[in-house]
């Protein structure tokens, strides 16, 4: 059996978005599933087809995608994951070219978190659900018989993601203490930011979709420490009174549903969010 055989995992996309039945935008759990037949007749009509992450059907497997953004193929940390790759042909070049997607086929239903990691300057994101991946080579990464694949390097940037968010924990932890002290003297008060964060999206194509984001196309906690990161980028602070006041006066905090609102305001969430930044 293939994965081209496995009808869930293909849906029906447009400008990155999934789109239903009736060609609308739609959430990723309706949009419309696409057989491997039809994806020629899908694109004839102008869309694409996009991988769905996360449990394949009721197969026991699980797929999952690094997107390693803007990537300098020469740098150590791309010849080791390189080293760790057992199936090449589910590695892709990105649409722009300027990145790969990997993608992890895994004998497993367990729900993983997305993350985030920066190796010395190299971005990547390791997507485990609630994601969806417009896929350039289609036709080749889904040709890969069904099989645990590329299984060694997901594990070990699973491990060492949760080596990184322990050590930047501990980081944060200090940086924190430094902020609180200067909040108790006297004189403090605090100034709101004067540039508003949308200005650097006209330049940050990456900031420009994570405002944009629609909260049931996005996994929100990811899209969450992703505008984290900007902001304390951006604003060259971790000061929690500064990110709480530019998170708050995004368009993507706007969308926020009640559930998603009261999880954003849960005691600890902005702190581990910055404490990974």
């Known amino acids: 059996m293939k994965l081209k055989h496995c009808t869930d995992m ?12 009736l060609g609308q935008y739609s959430t990723i759990d ?9 994806f020629k007749a899908a694109r004839d009509h102008g869309f694409t087809i996009s991988i769905k992450l996360g449990p394949i059907g009721d197969t ?3 797929i999952y995608c690094i997107d390693c953004d803007h990537c300098d193929f020469k740098h150590p940390v791309y010849k080791w994951m390189q080293s760790l790759i057992d199936t090449p042909q589910l590695v892709e070049l990105s649409q722009s070219e300027l990145g790969a997607h990997i993608f992890i086929v895994k004998k497993t239903t367990e729900q993983f978190e997305t993350r985030f990691m920066d190796f010395t300057g190299q971005q990547l994101e390791v ?3 609630v994601r969806h991946i417009v896929s350039p080579s289609l036709e080749r990464i889904v040709d890969v018989e069904l099989r645990e694949c590329n299984v060694a390097v997901f594990d070990k940037l699973m491990e060492l993601s949760d080596e990184q968010e322990r050590i930047k924990a501990e980081q944060y932890e200090r ?3 430094k902020i609180y002290k200067q909040h108790m003297k006297k004189n403090y008060s605090f100034v709101r930011p004067e540039t508003d964060i949308s200005v650097f999206a006209k330049s940050d194509k990456r900031l420009y979709e994570i405002l944009n984001s629609e909260p049931e196309d996005v996994d929100n906690s990811a899209t969450d420490l992703a505008l984290v990161r ?3 980028y951006y604003y060259d602070t971790k000061d929690i009174d500064i990110v709480k006041d530019v998170f708050e006066h995004t368009d993507w905090f706007g969308k926020k549903d009640e559930y998603h609102l009261k999880k954003f305001y849960r005691p600890g969430y902005l702190d581990r969010l910055i404490a990974l930044s």
Request: charged share 30%; proline share 6%; aromatic share 12%.
């Open 10 to 21: 293909f849906i029906l996309s447009k400008d990155k978005r999934p789109v239903n039945n």
């Open 30 to 38: 309706n949009a419309a599933t696409v057989p491997y037949q039809k």
């Open 60 to 62: 026991g497997y699980s």
């Open 127 to 129: 997507w485990t659900r």
């Open 175 to 177: 940086e924190r203490e």
């Open 230 to 232: 900007k902001i304390t």
